[in-house]
């Protein structure tokens, strides 16, 4: 079960120490909602009373060392009109973009994260999920980055060209979610949350370089980041689902808590470059070692990732990407055993 003493050890991470034991993570919420069998996808991103259950089940279920309240990635745009759809099962997903001219942007509305679509419903969860738990487990909220909200508010199309056609509309509108998600941030540390999941996966190393990044996406990350960690002193755990050494060493100077390394990555490679700089979080594969691997070879894995990582501290353990939700129950219990079992230092 959860257990007290996990924010200390979180910290001693974040400050490239070693923690009495490492705090093991899953990125799991599709998993956990057909796991419980109760209710669909779309019920649960709806409602903070079903998401609760769900997650706190999950929670005492599976011994996961936090509450990941990283549901979709609709919430802030459903209300400034970009069209998301999702059914059933489904996670919803933005597809209908505003146009991406000067003109829509002056008509963004001033959202408030505490009246606005769904999100006072994710508000209300992290806030009852903290009251549940109490420090017993890591309370994780989150947002996209900037960069990557643009892409998902005009299309990530449009988000690219503007790097080469358009820089000064590219960085107003970057601003523009640069001052919300500071509100958006400060009502989900109000409401609990220990940590931000700040997702800017259209900042991956596939589709923008590291001299694209420094020049038109660093420089507002770094002031939303700078922030939360100093003026709010809320964690930043920034997932990009990185593989490329390159793109992980330019994100430290902004001053994140952590960052997430995606499962394609040579783990050894990127622990080595950030150790004693740097802490990180990964990368067991979701899919080809916990959905299609069996317990003997997912708990070989997880013993190969955490012998890599775990020497000197700064490390938490985490599968690199969202967990598909057809995971085998006794694989996902092999994860968090093995896990756990080389967690103490």
């Given at each position: 079960m959860a257990y007290q003493g996990v924010l200390e050890d979180i910290r001693a991470c974040v400050n490239l120490k070693k923690p009495q034991r490492i705090p093991v993570f899953a990125n799991s919420e599709e998993f956990d909602v057909k796991w419980h069998n109760k209710y669909t996808y779309e019920e649960v991103c709806t409602s903070a009373d079903k998401l609760v259950e769900v997650w706190s089940a999950a929670i005492r279920e599976f011994d996961y060392d936090w509450a990941w309240v990283q549901i979709d990635d609709c919430f802030e745009f459903e209300p400034v009109g970009v069209g998301v759809k999702g059914e059933g099962n489904?996670?919803?997903?933005?597809?209908?973009?505003?146009?991406?001219d000067r003109a829509a942007l002056k008509k963004l509305p001033v959202m408030d994260p505490n009246k606005d679509g769904r999100m006072p419903e994710k508000l209300k969860a992290i806030r009852k999920l903290r009251d549940y738990f109490k420090e017993s487990v890591l309370v994780v909220g989150s947002?996209?980055?900037p960069f990557s909200a643009v892409?998902?508010?005009?299309?990530?199309?449009?988000?690219?060209?503007?790097?080469?056609?358009?820089?000064?509309?590219?960085?107003?509108?970057?601003?523009?979610?640069?001052?919300?998600?500071?509100?958006?941030?400060?009502?989900q540390k109000e409401a609990g949350a220990h940590a931000i999941w700040l997702g800017d996966c259209n900042a991956f190393s596939?589709?923008?370089?590291?001299?694209?990044?420094?020049?038109?996406?660093f420089p507002i990350t770094k002031k939303l980041v700078d922030y939360c960690e100093n003026e709010l002193?809320?964690?930043i755990w920034m997932h990009n689902s990185e593989i490329r050494k390159a793109h992980v060493l330019s994100h430290i100077p902004l001053g994140l808590s952590f960052e997430s390394i995606g499962p394609a990555a040579d783990i050894a490679e990127i622990r080595a470059a950030t150790k004693d700089k740097q802490a990180i979080s990964g990368n067991l594969d979701p899919i080809e070692v916990l959905w299609r691997g069996t317990p003997?070879?997912?708990?070989?894995?997880?013993?190969?990732?955490?012998?890599?990582?775990?020497?000197?501290?700064?490390?938490?353990f985490?599968?690199?990407?969202?967990?598909?939700?057809?995971?085998p129950e006794e694989n996902m219990l092999a994860m968090m055993k093995a896990a756990k079992k080389l967690s103490e230092y």
């Open positions: 489904i996670l919803r997903a933005t597809y209908q973009y505003l146009p991406a947002c996209a980055a892409g998902l508010m005009w299309s990530i199309e449009e988000s690219m060209v503007m790097m080469l056609n358009d820089e000064q509309l590219l960085d107003d509108a970057m601003n523009y979610w640069l001052e919300f998600y500071k509100r958006y941030i400060k009502a596939s589709m923008v370089s590291v001299p694209q990044y420094q020049q038109h996406i002193d809320i964690m003997e070879s997912i708990t070989k894995e997880v013993a190969r990732i955490m012998q890599t990582c775990k020497p000197g501290g700064g490390y938490i985490n599968t690199g990407e969202m967990n598909p939700r057809d995971i």
